[in-house]
Structure formats: structure tokens, C-alpha cells
């Protein structure tokens, strides 16, 4: 562990690089129209992915920063899902066939929180607009607190083939500071209805940086969801924006770890991991060494998208639901971010965009050295140079960030090549922001490095 670095380094504001280059710099020059012409334009032999947002939840956790609101009537959930499924007919239409998928996402809020019924009208409504390949990854975001057996069972029937369980903390200490009440017997009897409906692929999504959350506390909840054998771990940081997200101001920050603290958590989480025979993935994610995504980071097949790591090699990303972001060959496109918008929108039978992104050869060349690093804590600079017909010595955009990296031991440039060394993998999204044009002088928001 470098205590040393994350001091040094820990309280930079930086981007998660799930996209390049990252939401805050679209814009309303991307128009509907636009992404009807990139939609005509898809090919069909490649496959794509799907996203579908649902931004609900039957409460607010206090930590969240998602796009989400408190809804306790099903009647407005029938509505969107109705507005979701007008929305996959729309795309499908404009492109003109039904696409090739190979996987689908469906990510919130809570997207159990739809009845059974209405879920599985909506999957129907998916494989009619879209085909669906037979062995396409299907997976959904859960809440283990409000997950029936129902629920479960009409995942199954629905084809879900893959389960991410939200877990954070099963510290109660942590739980009230979060506004998140979850028991572990919550959490095991979840993980019983998805693997009797037939769902083996189960995945369990853990916070460190939370207030009053300690090693030890850390430790204690990962050593009893290891006792549920999850494929994958996803360890997030906390990223405490309350002039962000007004619901986080019910979070004392007093209580909030520092940043040598949160290394601490990070890497005590990671290491416990690996001991328990899990591989290492990027900065944030853990899989066994038979997992898809295990084999990808072997096989140099790693990819990073808005859900994070995936081994999904899609290059087309259709987002439905209200600020849901899509991905096409030519840019990225987002949805309206307010329900009210979006359902209006799709209610006169418009595609729901709203902004997006027109992105440049430059975007390109950038995007792939920033997903390099960090899928793969490597990027041969020359040969990606070569292949876009850019100037080695114009590739670093912010030079003396990058200088003092190499200095402190996080990076080494040999022959053309960077590589972050070993032990300061946490601090990727340090070096990758070094080629990064769009952060200079922005005034976007984004989370701490550490």
C-alpha cells in the first residue's frame, strides 16, 4: 500500500473514465435527428448492447448518486415501462431491422421494483424490437431488501442470466449514517430465490469511503458476503458531491474518512479479495478466474463502459429510459434526464435525446490511450500514435501531472511505452487524466482520485 501517494494524489477531482470523453462535456449540438442518422446507419453483422435505466426506488439511500427518485405506486412504474417499451420500438424502427444483441443491462434505481408482470411485458417488448441473441448476457441491478419470490422467479422466465446485488456495508453503524437499513439474511435470501429461478451469475456491489466506515468494518461485511460465493465484486469509493445530489447533505461529512484512510479501506478490500482467490480487474472490480471478465482481462479482451469493466465488445450502446446515454460509432447521444421530459418526449413518438457528443478523430485517439491504461495499466504510446498519424511528443496534455507521476514512482515511459507499476494501480485515473484535453480549465464535477 502507498499511504503516501493517496495523500499526495488522493484529493484530486477526476472523472471514472467510463466514456471518453465523460458527460459533462455534452451538449445540445448532438440533436434527435442526429441520432436517427447514426441509428440508419448501423450495421447489421455487429452486434450492439442495450441499456435500459428504470429511476426509481422504493427509498432514497443517502449515499446515491444516481439518477433516481422515491416512488411507492406501481401506476407511474406501468407508465414508463410503457414509455421504455414505445422507446425500443421507435430505435428499432429507425434502424430498420431488428439489431443483433448480445447483451442487455437493465440499471436504475431499482429495476425490480416493477411488478413481475410489468418486467416481463417489457423483455417481450425488447425481443420484439431487437434480436436478442440466444446466449446474450442479460442482467439486472437489484435490491435485495425488496426482492420477492415472484420477482425472482419472472427473471428467470425473462431469460436474466446475470444479478447485481446492491450490498454497501453490513455494518448498521455505516447502515444509519447511509439512510441504507440491510440485513445479511437479506442479502443470503436473495441470493437463494435468483439461484433457485434458475440465475447462477451473481455479482455483489460494496462501498468503502462511507462515514463511520473503518477497516474493520469493511472487512467484517466482505467476509460474510464471501460466504454467499458471488461471481464478482464490484468496490466502489464514495463520491460525496451534496452540492451535486441535495440528499447526500443528510451525510455528515465530519464522519467521511480521509483519503489515506479510503487507500486504506481500497486496498485491504482488494487484497482480502485476491487472497480469497479472486482476480484483480482494473480499479474497481473483482471476478473469479473462470468469470467472463477474468478471461477478457487475461485474453487483453477488457472493455470499459458506463456500467464499468465488461467484456462486452460491442462498439454500439442503445440507451433507453430517461438520462440514460447510448454510444454509437459517430458519438454519444443522452436522453432527457427528466422523467417529465422523457415521457413527454416519447409520448409524441420522438426519440428522447437531448444532448450528446460529435466526437473527433483527437476524441478517438485519446479515448483509446485513456481505456488502455485503465483496462490494462499499459498503453504503447508510439504504436497508437502510428495507427492515428499523431505526434508522439503532442500526445501528453498535461505534461507536469504526468512528470510527477513518473517522479513518485506511480508510472514508468520505457521505449514508448507507459505503464503503471505495480501497487499504484489505484491511482490509473491520475495517469490517464494526463491525456485527457477536456480537463483542463473544466469546471466539471467529478469524484475524488482516492
Not at 424502427?93 to 442487455?104: K, M
Not at 408482470?117 to 440466444?134: G, H, K
Not at 479472486?278 to 477478457?296: E, K, M, Q, S, T
Request: hydrophobic letters at 40%.
Amino acid at each position: 500500500m502507498r499511504p503516501d501517494l493517496a495523500k499526495s494524489y488522493g484529493q484530486h477531482s477526476l472523472p471514472r473514465y467510463t466514456s471518453y470523453p465523460t458527460a459533462p462535456y455534452f451538449s445540445a449540438s448532438v440533436s434527435e435527428s442526429d441520432y436517427q442518422a447514426w441509428l440508419k446507419s448501423l450495421g447489421g453483422q455487429q452486434s450492439a448492447s442495450i441499456y435500459v435505466h428504470v429511476p426509481f426506488c422504493q427509498s432514497m439511500c443517502w449515499y446515491c448518486g444516481c439518477h433516481t427518485s422515491v416512488m411507492k405506486r406501481q401506476e407511474p412504474l406501468a407508465t414508463y415501462a410503457t414509455a421504455l417499451r414505445t422507446e425500443a420500438y421507435l430505435i428499432g424502427e429507425t434502424i430498420g431491422r431488428r439489431q443483433p444483441v448480445s447483451h442487455v443491462h437493465f440499471g436504475g434505481g431499482t429495476p425490480t421494483i416493477m411488478t413481475p408482470e410489468t418486467f416481463a411485458d417489457l423483455v417481450a417488448s425488447l425481443r420484439y424490437s431487437f434480436a436478442i441473441l440466444p446466449d446474450a448476457e442479460i442482467a439486472v441491478e437489484i435490491d435485495p431488501r425488496i426482492l420477492t419470490e415472484p420477482m425472482a422467479e419472472a427473471l428467470g422466465y425473462c431469460g436474466v442470466n446475470r444479478a447485481s446485488l446492491g450490498v454497501q456495508s453490513l455494518d448498521p453503524v455505516v447502515q444509519r449514517a447511509i439512510g441504507r437499513l440491510q440485513s445479511f439474511e437479506q442479502t443470503a435470501v436473495s441470493v437463494d430465490l435468483l439461484h433457485r429461478a434458475g440465475i447462477g451469475r451473481i455479482n455483489f456491489d460494496l462501498l468503502y469511503g462511507l462515514p463511520q466506515q473503518t477497516v474493520v468494518s469493511c472487512l467484517d461485511t466482505l467476509s460474510k458476503c464471501l460466504a454467499l460465493h458471488p461471481d464478482r465484486f464490484s468496490v466502489f469509493g464514495y463520491a460525496h458531491v451534496p452540492f451535486f445530489k441535495k440528499h447526500q447533505r443528510k451525510i455528515d461529512g465530519s464522519t467521511l474518512p480521509d483519503s489515506v484512510e479510503r487507500h486504506l479501506q481500497s486496498e485491504t478490500i482488494a487484497q482480502a479479495l485476491v487472497d480469497a482467490g479472486y482476480v484483480r480487474i482494473g480499479i474497481d472490480h473483482f471476478a473469479l478466474p473462470d468469470d467472463n471478465l477474468a478471461l477478457a482481462r487475461q485474453e487483453g479482451r477488457l472493455r470499459r463502459n458506463f456500467q464499468g469493466y465488461t467484456d462486452d465488445s460491442a462498439d454500439t450502446l442503445l440507451g433507453l429510459g430517461a438520462s440514460a446515454i447510448g454510444q454509437m460509432q459517430q458519438g454519444f447521444v443522452a436522453n432527457a434526464v427528466s422523467i417529465k421530459d422523457y415521457l413527454a418526449r416519447i409520448a409524441e413518438e420522438r426519440l428522447a435525446t437531448m444532448k450528446g457528443y460529435l466526437l473527433a478523430d483527437d476524441d478517438r485517439f485519446r479515448a483509446e490511450i485513456i481505456e488502455r491504461l485503465m483496462c490494462g495499466m499499459a498503453v504503447d504510446l508510439c504504436e497508437t500514435c502510428r495507427r492515428y498519424g499523431k505526434d508522439p511528443s503532442l500526445a501528453v496534455v498535461d505534461r507536469s501531472r504526468l512528470a510527477n507521476l513518473i517522479a513518485d514512482g506511480v508510472a514508468v515511459l520505457d521505449d514508448g511505452r507507459l505503464s503503471v507499476v505495480d501497487g499504484a494501480e489505484f491511482l490509473v485515473r491520475s495517469v490517464a487524466s494526463s491525456f485527457d484535453a477536456h480537463l483542463p480549465g473544466s469546471r466539471a464535477t467529478h469524484g475524488r482520485a482516492v
